[in-house]
């Protein structure tokens, strides 16, 4: 209108059009000074529960209650309440519109969802407040950031039970009290399966080879507790796919209900986790205090935070730092150099007292670097992952682990490996060889690649998407059925035992329903 005005060299309309720009800058400055007085006065807020960690199974969900408290004198308008939060958990809030009278309260609830393990955070709440001076109505809402950090710590459903159970008892004295025991062959036979390089000829079932045509070997129960160790692969490259639905979600399920099995048999279980290094190596133990230790283990898998799983450089952490720290810190680091990132790194180590997690200083080239890691993974702040993966580290640091495993003392009685078949089987020929060698039982686990794929809602989708992602969907699914059976090979040819994720079905099932249907005495299941 003021440019109009002037155009047309009309003085009434270019004031008319400034006295418009004056009041809309008063009514906004009005608000804001408003909203300050208001926050002075004591506009907060506090969560329900003092605990700074919550614990959700994965797939779980948990309600956590806040309050928001008007300390002032005048009535205020809350609306466009959002959480602010890791994008790994889906958070709701209700109610998402208040009117707080003068030194009044309202809950308000927050309704998380985990669909993935791992350790997120909640940073607080964001807000538009409308002030009403005078009884007026509010022109202008004026956004605020409440930063009271709060932990989620999302663990494996299975292993979760683990964390809060009791400790002691006459029930928990046995299993730990003993080291393992070479675990003696159990009477019971358990399956008939395909010969593999480093049997032994005494477990072979002449007769039923005869029947066959090809060997078969008698698997038996294992009628002692044992010694178990499980490695995992956690390459950034298989959480592609729907979040809480990705190879790994699924993969990380597994792990835990083998674990717990074996612990509740009192079975004594060791962790590996691998990647481009060996993230994680825990010792075997047994009981509940041991099933929670590999719980949270298990948990640190979907964490990207160092810096050769996470795709940023010391530059972008840094930015990311100085965005999450500036409403934690009482001077806004103001008063820090643009830049300046060895104060910076000075200055978040006090922050960090705030923070929910104290996890293990991360990976990085430097340890400025490390410490600015080290704070976003204290607030549960996620990292993107590395671009171009690190599935060929990953696989020499598997074949480490399986050859550190094969010179343990006490031996293993069973390694349990999930990981994609590896594409240089000449890395872990050796090792699984040793680990035979001794009579070491390895089973090898392959991800889901395909489980992720699904159909898009048609409602949702334009004409024609559905078909072509139909498509899309099924050259995947083949190409990774393919890809499968490639593995499967490779491994066979290893003397490794396929297991299928997920079910706890052995590659061999087909040969057991073979053998079901012509029984042979004492050699069918």
């Not at 960090?352 to 976003?376: K, V």
């Not at 671009?387 to 060929?392: A, L, S, T």
């Not at 580290?393 to 999930?418: H, I």
Request: some cysteine; aromatic content about 4%.
């Amino acid at each position: 209108m003021v440019t109009l005005g002037a155009a047309a060299r009309l003085s009434p309309v270019v004031g008319f059009g400034g006295a418009m720009l004056l009041a809309i800058a008063l009514g906004r400055a009005i608000a804001r000074v408003g909203v300050a007085r208001l926050r002075s006065a004591g506009f907060e807020m506090t969560w329900a529960d003092a605990r700074r960690v919550r614990v959700v199974p994965r797939g779980g969900s948990i309600v956590i209650r806040s309050e928001l408290r008007n300390g002032g004198d005048e009535p205020i308008r809350v609306s466009g309440l959002r959480p602010i939060a890791s994008s790994l958990l889906s958070v709701t809030v209700e109610p998402d519109l208040l009117d707080l009278p003068p030194n009044a309260g309202a809950t308000v609830d927050l309704t998380v969802r985990a669909p993935r393990v791992g350790r997120w955070g909640i940073h607080g709440l964001g807000l538009e407040v409308s002030v009403t001076p005078f009884g007026a109505k509010g022109a202008f809402e004026v956004p605020l950031l409440f930063a009271n950090p709060l932990g989620i710590e999302v663990l494996p459903a299975t292993l979760s039970a683990f964390v809060g159970s009791p400790r002691g008892g006459r029930t928990r004295r046995t299993a730990a009290a003993e080291r393992p025991g070479r675990p003696a062959e159990g009477h019971d036979l358990r399956e008939l399966r395909d010969y593999a390089p480093g049997d032994p000829f005494k477990r072979i079932a002449w007769k039923a080879s005869a029947r066959r045509g090809r060997l078969l070997v008698r698997e038996m129960d294992r009628g002692d507790r044992g010694l178990i160790w499980l490695v995992v692969d956690a390459s950034v490259e298989l959480w592609a796919g729907p979040v809480g639905n990705a190879p790994l979600d699924l993969v990380v399920d597994d792990v835990a209900s083998f674990a717990g099995a074996c612990l509740r048999r009192g079975d004594w279980v060791g962790l590996i986790i691998v990647a481009s290094r060996i993230q994680a190596w825990i010792e075997p133990r047994t009981g509940a205090t041991h099933g929670s230790i590999l719980a949270r283990a298990l948990a640190s898998v979907a964490e990207t935070v160092d810096a050769d799983r996470s795709e940023i450089d010391e530059a972008e952490v840094a930015r990311r730092v100085v965005e999450h720290a500036r409403p934690l810190d009482p001077r806004g680091l103001a008063d820090l150099r643009k830049g300046d990132l060895d104060a910076l790194a000075a200055r978040i180590d006090a922050l960090r007292s705030r923070a929910p997690f104290s996890p293990p200083l991360p990976f990085g080239a430097t340890l400025r670097e490390r410490r600015l890691r080290h704070y976003l993974a204290s607030f549960g702040i996620e990292l993107p992952p590395r671009v171009d993966g690190e599935r060929p580290e990953a696989e020499r640091a598997l074949a480490t682990s399986l050859g550190r495993l094969s010179a343990l003392r006490p031996r293993p009685d069973f390694v349990q490996v999930w990981a994609p078949p590896p594409s240089r089987p000449d890395l872990l020929a050796s090792q699984v060889g040793a680990l035979r060698a001794h009579g070491i039982e390895v089973c090898w686990s392959l991800p889901p690649f395909e489980a992720g794929l699904r159909l898009p809602h048609v409602d949702r989708v334009r004409p024609g998407a559905v078909e072509i992602s139909a498509v899309v969907n099924e050259a995947v699914r083949v190409r990774a059925h393919a890809a499968r059976e490639r593995g499967e090979r490779v491994l066979r040819r290893l003397g490794v035992r396929i297991v299928l994720a997920r079910t706890g079905r052995r590659a061999g099932d087909a040969n057991r329903r073979d053998l079901q249907d012509d029984p042979s005495r004492g050699e069918s299941p």
